[in-house]
Nanobody, 128 residues
């Protein structure tokens, strides 16, 4: 059973930075595509970014492209989300999600329903 645990959320001023961490356990390291989603109160869960196994080109939503960066350390089975130039509209609960990679050729998924495993979330609040 794959389990995900997020950490690193908090309160930051606009323009600041945070790094979120997603620790993956219970699976073979690097065998899952991992994504970050976020959800603000009253809003639908929104895709932020995703990364595949090693040598994978990440995928980003337009709203975070150029400001956020996803990376992974397969030796630690950990995925990171570096968030820079944060804006108040980035305020949300951030979730880590994972889904097994089942073929050599695959597309990184952007819909919540495409991911099988989810963490509990970590709150990010960006103040003016």
């Amino acid at each position: 059973q794959v389990q995900l645990r997020e950490s690193g959320g908090g309160l930051v001023q606009a323009g600041g930075s945070l790094r979120l961490t997603c620790a993956v356990s219970g699976g073979f390291p690097g065998s899952h595509m991992v994504a970050w989603f976020r959800q603000a109160p009253g809003m639908e869960r929104e895709f932020v970014t995703a990364i595949g196994g090693s040598r994978s080109t990440p995928r980003y939503s337009d709203s975070v492209k150029g400001r956020f960066a996803i990376s992974r350390n397969n030796a630690l089975d950990t995925v990171y989300l570096q968030m820079n130039a944060l804006k108040p509209e980035d305020t949300a609960n951030y979730y880590c999600a994972a889904s097994p990679i089942r073929s050599v050729y695959y597309d990184l998924k952007t819909r919540p329903g495409d991911y099988e495993y989810w963490g509990q979330g970590t709150q990010v609040t960006v103040s003016l």
